[in-house]
């Protein structure tokens, strides 16, 4: 059985430190960790779960980042009453590797989804499983956009998703699926839930009704928005709103570049600056929605025992390197927002950490806000003591990985990203390159040649195939040996 497998592994993981307290590990304590509710001092609810996930948004397109024109309020409120971490990644730029490393706390070279034409192994065990053991009631709204048929989550209460337009769906008129029963055009999956046509609204809409319909019991609610992929089309209200204002380029770039150099097949059709424009609207739209969702916790009196992460599932380069799209391991591509609030754990809000956070942190964050221990199959580490101020490191070094996938004119290529230097090693067609962040955070100056850093250059390297071969080793807790 699933449950008493999940329990075993529970038995084996190590003690989590929740911001309510202690929960005890040892096999006979193990089904009074996993209670509906927790316990400090007297019974206590345990922590809601919000996470919203964007598509293709960059870090940097945040007015809580110093953009020049976009507007994000809500984001920017996450931030203002949580903690913003300006140094976060996902250890493989690209939708579906990276939407797969946020649910299960996995590299891809464990969960297997190595690029979009990977398909998910529904024996992957995710967070979703040790909520639902532990009493939550559990919803995934939104983009599932991995290989194959939609799976069959377990887990998963409410599975609220599309296969429209290959999983990518479309901003307008996306017919949806609720646990496998496709609707036409127009029809909602949720009683009581409009749909207005726009999908970020359309899920919003889902989620706040979820929310509703689930605030007497602990909920667990992921939010995937299609926003702010391509074709990045804002709704109504916000198109528009920056018409008129001026985008700078990078040096390298100009405004035909996504015409040019192979940047076609990213189907962009536009001068740059136009597409920065709608990308920008886009997240603006996609921003408004996210605020009604923290204002239906408010209004349900949930928002101080609700965990609530906004992330993204990769970067996007605006024409860095004579660049767009994501995949590459420039930082443009790598680097994403990561904004938590959880009231009854953070102590400062309005921090802004420097630590390296990784998406494969979700997983171990959420399970530890839960009170549930983390299991050993996760590569990721739990952001909460970061969140209670009780820990000042996080990580020292991280590997970022893609894997080719065809047509897209990148080449396979791992890189071992430091606090200070990224070295990037490329399988063909490009020479390998070292950068020293600090001196050079855009990336211009390829060092590896320096003899000035040939020891630095050696001791990246051996640092690289180490990291390399150890995440790519059995688990001491495989997830595809749990029984269904």
């Not at 204002?245 to 940047?263: H, I, Q």
């Not at 969702?293 to 025992?305: I, P, Q, S, T, Y």
């Amino acid at each position: 059985m699933l449950a008493a497998t999940l329990l075993s592994h529970l038995a084996v993981a190590e003690a989590a430190q929740t911001g309510l307290g202690k929960v005890a590990v040892a096999e006979a304590g193990i089904s009074e960790a996993l209670t509906p509710e927790t316990k400090a001092g007297a019974t206590e609810k345990r922590p809601n779960i919000v996470f919203i996930l964007a598509d293709d948004h960059r870090w940097d397109y945040l007015s809580a980042m110093g953009h020049p024109f976009i507007e994000t309020p809500n984001i920017d409120r996450i931030a203002e009453e949580g903690v913003l971490f300006e140094n976060a990644f996902v250890t493989s730029s690209l939708c579906s590797p990276s939407r797969a490393s946020f649910l299960t706390g996995q590299y891809p070279q464990q969960h297997g989804v190595q690029n979009n034409f990977t398909p998910w192994n529904n024996s992957n065990v995710t967070y979703f499983e040790y909520l639902k053991q532990a009493g939550y009631n559990t919803a995934f709204i939104g983009k599932w956009h991995m290989p194959g048929a939609i799976p069959k989550l377990r887990g998963v209460d409410q599975f609220i998703t599309f296969d429209h337009m290959g999983g990518q769906g479309a901003y307008y008129n996306t017919p949806y699926i609720i646990n496998g029963k496709k609707l036409k055009v127009g029809e909602t999956p949720v009683a009581g839930a409009q749909v207005n046509g726009y999908i970020t609204d359309d899920l919003t809409n889902f989620t706040l009704k979820y929310i509703e319909d689930n605030s007497d019991k602990p909920f667990a609610v992921y939010l995937s928005h299609k926003a702010v992929h391509l074709s990045m089309q804002p709704d109504e209200e916000a198109a528009g709103r920056y018409r008129t204002e001026e985008v700078t380029l990078p040096r390298e770039a100009d405004s035909w570049l996504s015409f040019a150099d192979g940047n076609f097949k990213h189907f962009l059709w536009a001068p740059l600056e136009k597409k920065v424009r709608d990308y920008a609207e886009t997240a603006v739209a996609m921003d408004q929605q996210i605020g009604l969702v923290m204002d239906k916790l408010d209004e349900l009196g949930l928002a101080d025992n609700t965990l609530l992460v906004y992330a993204a599932d990769n970067g996007y380069m605006w024409g860095e390197h004579r660049l767009i799209d994501k995949r590459w391991s420039y930082e443009e591509s790598i680097r994403v927002p990561f904004v938590v609030r959880y009231p009854k754990a953070i102590k400062q809000p309005g921090t802004r950490s420097q630590e390296m956070v990784l998406n494969l942190d979700l997983a171990p964050t959420i399970l530890q806000t839960a009170g549930i221990p983390v299991p050993g199959h996760m590569q990721g580490t739990s952001l909460l003591p970061l969140l209670q101020g009780e820990q000042q490191q996080h990580r020292d070094a991280w590997l970022y990985k893609y894997f080719e996938d065809f047509p897209y004119p990148v080449p396979e290529q791992t890189a071992l990203r430091t606090k200070r230097y990224k070295l990037i090693d490329y399988k063909r067609g490009k020479q390998d390159e070292l950068f020293d962040l600090q001196a050079d955070p855009r990336e211009q100056k390829n060092l590896i040649a320096d003899p000035a850093l040939a020891d630095t250059y050696e001791r990246l390297q051996t640092q690289l195939e180490a990291m390399r071969e150890s995440i790519s080793q059995p688990l001491s807790v495989s997830p595809i040996a749990v029984k269904h």
